[in-house]
């Protein structure tokens, strides 16, 4: 089994609730169990912010698209931004431990600690690549 997906979006604000919306319904039919339904939704939703603030810097004309891929083992994520990737990856690099009540900041170390693995790279056009992994095993659970 391999099942994948594609969403593209503007980065206007209006697009974040149709993600949410569609990925959300992609993996209610893909059946995944709803530890695992959570935590990649919190993980999608860190990095389509980040893509859209960061990355697009609400740049309407630039787009976020999200790759999803389901096999036996794992759920992978791709997500690229049509930003500048060296700038993207050196603020990652160089960011600050997270203020654990601030309003920003945070994204990153949440999805480093909900997801299997994280990896940041060159994108297909010259933007950041966020490919974030689920082992569909793991049973770990968000704890507020």
């Known amino acids: 089994m391999n099942l994948s997906y594609c969403f593209t979006y503007p980065s206007v604000p209006e697009s974040e609730d149709r993600m949410l ?68 990856l050196n603020k990652i690099k160089n960011r600050k431990p997270a203020d654990l009540l601030g309003e920003n900041g945070r994204g990153v170390d949440l999805m480093m600690r909900y997801a299997d693995d994280i990896r940041f790279e060159r994108g297909e056009k010259g933007g950041l690549k966020v490919t974030v992994r689920f082992n569909r095993d793991n049973k770990k659970e968000i704890r507020i």
């Open 21 to 88: 919306d569609e990925i959300g319904d992609l993996l209610r039919q893909w059946q995944l169990p709803e530890n695992l339904w959570h935590r990649v939704m919190l993980v999608v939703s860190e990095g389509y912010t980040n893509s859209f603030l960061h990355g697009n810097c609400k740049n309407a004309d630039k787009l976020i698209k999200i790759y999803l891929v389901l096999n036996e083992t794992d759920l992978i994520v791709d997500i690229y931004d049509e930003g500048n990737e060296q700038e993207s």
